[in-house]
């Protein structure tokens, strides 16, 4: 446990006057009970039950953050599942059920209040269920450090939905159904290809079964080493008769579709054998990772590896061609794209990968949405940027995205508890 509470400054750097933001966690010093910070920025509102679903907060919890450019401090205390949200010409709208529950807003449920709005969170962001608003980090500890997580350029939204668009007709594919518009017609989201099924079950249907395949043939006859960065150490596979990835002693892999390819956590990567699930989730963790990636058959030794920060991810379709994406126009190339964007190889060179700041003696976090003041642009800048055209071609090497802000919880170690 660290400081009781830490500061945490809310930069505008959007071109609106109106934006808010919320701050929501577990009090840990309550009995984990749910918490909003009021508008003043210091105070906690705890949610009573109410006696119907649905019912509005009982006081407004918008942070006005002022004029562009300007940023305001808001205190908060040690927090766990915490949340920062930002909502731009607008207010969210929070609801209570019985229990209390809270009901946050949705970017999958068409019927919600939030949905038209322009807004977004970050874990104290994480990329695994949208892209939206640019939000950056940067942690000043007490002896004056600071660590940075740049974020997306100010028009990065536009950049990712420009590329996924390009993309999905590149290859005659649904990547571009990924873009969610406003009611002006503007870019207001991109979702995640796991988010993006939930309103169309049907999407991405058969998309990895090639690449699979190709793999499932290839450890039919190869060694496929994975080293679990755990107590197991490295671990070996192989296809057998049944055409079940297996691992001697622990467990077995069937071909995975790819919604579980994309979820991490469905048909092969869920439901482990209890006396293995640690280990086996360890193994589904960088098999997973491996498929986002398109690295487990050009690489029988998992984690990929990653040489001067440079790696071979994305290199081949298919692809998850969203993190590949968010990868490239992210300006710092970190941060979670997927679940677990966050594997690397033990010992890899350059910038972590999951964009985590971490201190044990935190004084100041600052959030910044909207992007930097003149916001430069990634590396896939023009839109132009496909991968899979048969050329072979791609010399942009962007850092993997992980999870930034997803383990900032964790990293300021008991201040934001994730």
Not at 242 to 247: A, C, E, S
């Amino acid at each position: 446990m660290t400081n009781p509470t830490t500061q945490i400054a809310l930069k505008n750097t959007t071109s609106s006057s109106t934006v808010y933001a919320y701050v929501t966690g577990l009090d840990i010093n309550k009995n984990n009970t749910y918490a909003f910070l009021q508008s003043d920025g210091k105070s906690l509102y705890y949610p009573e039950s109410p006696s119907q679903p649905l019912q509005p907060l009982a006081m407004d919890c918008a942070i006005p953050l002022g004029a562009p450019g300007t940023t305001k401090t808001v205190t908060i205390p040690q927090l766990a599942g915490g949340r920062i949200w930002f909502v731009v010409d607008n207010k969210l709208t929070f609801f209570l059920n019985p229990g209390p529950g809270i009901v946050e807003p949705s970017v999958t449920n068409t019927d919600d209040v939030n949905y038209k709005l322009n807004w977004a969170f970050c874990e104290f962001t994480c990329y695994v269920d949208f892209v939206a608003l640019p939000i950056a980090l940067e942690l000043r500890n007490t002896a004056g450090a600071t660590q940075v997580v740049q974020g997306l350029p100010t028009n990065g939204l536009d950049q990712i939905c420009a590329q996924l668009v390009q993309q999905g007709a590149s290859e005659g594919s649904n990547w571009g159904q990924l873009v969610v518009k406003g009611p002006d017609g503007k870019n207001l989201r991109a979702m995640s290809p796991n988010s993006g099924r939930i309103g169309d079950s049907g999407l991405f249907d058969g998309y990895y079964q090639s690449y699979v395949d190709e793999a499932w043939s290839k450890y039919a006859n190869t060694d496929l080493k994975v080293d679990t960065q755990a107590q197991w150490g490295v671990v070996t596979g192989r296809v057998s008769s049944n055409g079940l990835l297996t691992f001697p002693n622990v467990g077995t892999f069937a071909k995975p579709s790819a919604i579980d390819i994309f979820s991490c956590s469905t048909g092969p990567f869920g439901n482990y054998p209890a006396e293995t699930r640690e280990q086996m989730g360890a193994i589904g963790a960088r098999l997973a990772a491996a498929l986002n990636r398109t690295t487990l058959v050009s690489n029988p030794d998992q984690p990929d590896a990653i040489k001067n920060g440079a790696n071979n991810y994305y290199k081949t379709n298919p692809t998850n061609h969203y993190a590949r994406i968010v990868h490239g126009v992210n300006l710092d190339g970190r941060g979670y794209a997927f679940p677990y964007d966050d594997v690397v190889p033990s010992g890899a060179t350059g910038p972590d990968q999951a964009g985590t700041v971490f201190d044990g003696s935190p004084e100041l976090l600052t959030v910044t949405v909207g992007g930097p003041n003149g916001g430069s642009v990634g590396s896939g800048g023009d839109g132009k940027d496909t991968v899979g055209d048969g050329d072979g071609e791609d010399d942009d090497t962007p850092f993997d995205f992980a999870a930034w802000l997803k383990k900032v919880v964790a990293a300021l170690k008991g201040v934001l508890c994730h």
